[in-house]
C-alpha cells in the first residue's frame, strides 16, 4: 500500500515571500501520477499541479512548481511571490497507473501574510 | 468546467437516522468517488464507482453504502448515523481514459451526528 506524508501541519509566509511545501510518499510501483491540491477556505478542491513519474523535468504552473526527486521519493512544492489568495490546506497525492484512487497525505495548512 | 455539486453543505442528523448523501457531475464522467476528510487525517476514501451500477470498496467503507443508478449521480447511505461519522464528506468525479489521473471536486457536506 501507497502512503503519503506531509511532516508540515501548519505553515507561513509573508505575502510576497516563496515558501516550500514538503512532501514524502512510500510506494513499490515505478509508474505513478503525484499531485497537489488546494483548499481555500469554505471553498472547493482544486488541482494545483501534477507530475508523471516517467517525466524527469519538473512540472511548473505559473507561480507553483514542484522539486520531484524520485530516487528519493520526494515530491515539494514551491510557492513563488506568494498572494493572500494562496492562503488554503494543500494536499499532496499519490496515484498509480494501475488504478484511478488517490492516497492522500494529511495536508498542509498555508497561511499568507499581508 | 467541470461542476461537481453536493445536495447540502451542512447537515444536522441524529444518532440512528437514515442519511442520504448525493453528488452529482455535469461531464459525463465515468469514476465517480465518496472521501470522508477529518482533521490531521487528511482525505480517505469511503467508495468509488467506475460505472453505473458498480461500485467497490475504498480503504475506510465501514458503516456506509453507495448507490450509483444513474452515470451523473452517486450517492453516499449511512444506514445508521453514529457520531464517529461526523466529518466532512466529499465527492470527485475523473475521466476514463485521457486526463484520467485528475479528479474534480465537489464543495463537500459538513455533516455532525448528534
Known amino acids: 500500500a501507497q502512503t503519503v506524508t506531509q511532516s508540515q501541519p501548519e505553515m507561513s509566509v509573508q505575502e510576497a515571500e516563496t515558501v516550500t511545501l514538503s512532501c514524502t510518499y512510500d510506494t513499490s510501483e515505478n509508474n505513478y501520477y503525484l499531485f497537489w491540491y488546494k483548499q481555500p477556505p469554505s471553498r472547493q478542491m482544486i488541482l494545483v499541479i501534477r507530475q508523471e513519474a516517467y517525466k524527469q523535468q519538473n512540472a511548473t504552473e505559473n507561480r507553483f512548481s514542484v522539486n520531484f526527486q524520485k530516487a528519493a521519493k520526494s515530491f515539494s512544492l514551491k510557492i513563488s511571490d506568494s498572494q493572500l489568495g494562496d492562503t488554503a490546506m494543500y494536499f499532496c497525492?499519490?496515484?498509480?497507473?494501475?488504478?484511478?484512487?488517490?492516497?492522500f497525505g494529511t495536508g498542509t495548512r498555508l497561511t499568507i501574510i499581508p | 468546467d467541470v461542476k461537481v455539486t453536493q445536495s447540502s453543505r451542512y447537515l444536522v442528523k441524529r444518532t440512528g437516522e437514515k442519511v442520504f448523501l448525493e453528488c452529482v457531475q455535469d461531464m459525463d464522467h465515468e469514476n465517480m468517488f465518496w472521501y470522508r476528510q477529518d482533521p490531521g487525517l487528511g482525505l480517505r476514501l469511503i467508495y468509488f464507482?467506475?460505472?453505473?451500477?458498480?461500485?467497490e470498496k475504498g480503504d475506510i467503507p465501514e458503516g456506509y453504502s453507495v448507490s450509483r443508478e444513474k452515470k451523473e449521480r452517486f450517492s453516499l447511505i449511512l444506514e445508521s448515523a453514529s457520531t464517529n461519522q461526523t466529518s466532512m464528506y466529499l465527492c470527485?468525479?475523473?475521466?476514463?481514459?485521457?486526463?484520467?489521473?485528475?479528479?474534480?471536486f465537489g464543495p463537500g457536506t459538513r455533516l455532525l451526528v448528534l
Open positions: 464507482s467506475y460505472d453505473v451500477k458498480m461500485k
Open positions: 497525492a499519490f496515484m498509480s497507473f494501475s488504478n484511478e484512487k488517490l492516497t
Open positions: 470527485a468525479s475523473s475521466l476514463i481514459g485521457t486526463d484520467q489521473e485528475t479528479q474534480y
